[in-house]
């Protein structure tokens, strides 16, 4: 149980202050426009880009990682799915160690 102990309170200390740090976030004001929210493959765009826009943010406030408002689950799944693919978790990242004759 000590052994358990030692390995997982690091690990526990920060994700216990990433989550407190989370909830002192505020929501950007919300701009609504007329015609269809992002969806899915505005989502993914996005997502693929998220590096850029997140560099972008540095030099330009009007920037944003995230589009709000937006479609929902569709632009969420839609966004996860770019990032990770710009990230390199496609699923080639499992091949990538040695070959076993």
């Known amino acids: 149980m000590r052994a358990l102990l030692r390995k997982t309170w690091r690990p526990a200390l920060a994700l216990s202050l990433a989550l407190a740090a989370t909830a002192c976030a505020r929501q950007p004001e919300i701009v609504v426009t007329p015609g269809d929210p ?3 493959f505005l ?3 996005q997502g693929f880009f998220i590096i850029f826009a997140f ?10 990682i995230y ?3 937006n479609s929902g689950w569709t632009y969420n799944l ?4 770019g990032a990770a693919l710009f990230f390199g978790m496609g699923g080639a990242g499992g091949a990538s160690g040695p070959r076993k004759s």
Not at 55 to 64: H, K, L, M, P, V
Not at 78 to 81: H, P
């Open 38 to 40: 992002p969806g899915f």
């Open 43 to 45: 989502g993914l765009v």
């Open 55 to 64: 560099i972008g943010t540095f030099f330009d406030s009007d920037i944003a």
């Open 67 to 69: 589009a709000v408002p």
């Open 78 to 81: 839609g966004f996860i799915i």
